[in-house]
């Protein structure tokens, strides 16, 4: 799974995830409550949850940005190593 995670202070903290199931997986471990995504739902969809969402080319998004408690780095950071 790509990921990069960032602590932002003491209170919050950033994940980039690639990846539509890597990104289900990673908003459980972060505590991040939503709607499962589906398929050709438009990029509004895609934003529940994300701090913002990368498309490639045709639009199809295949990265995510999202803002998590830093007191579930454990469990993000576990989940994000593999």
Do not use: C, H, Q
């Not at 950033?14 to 050709?40: C, F, I, Q």
């Not at 639009?59 to 593999?82: K, T």
Request: charged share 30%.
């Amino acid at each position: 799974m790509k990921t990069a995670l960032w602590k932002i202070g003491t209170r919050r903290a950033m994940a980039y995830v690639e990846g539509r199931e890597n990104l289900e997986r990673l908003l459980v471990a972060a505590g991040v409550t939503r709607e499962p995504l589906k398929r050709g739902a438009g990029l509004e969809a895609e934003l529940k949850g994300a701090v913002a969402v990368y498309t490639d080319p045709k639009g199809r998004p295949f990265a995510w940005l999202i803002a998590f408690d830093a007191m579930r780095w454990d469990e993000v950071s576990a989940l994000a190593r593999g």
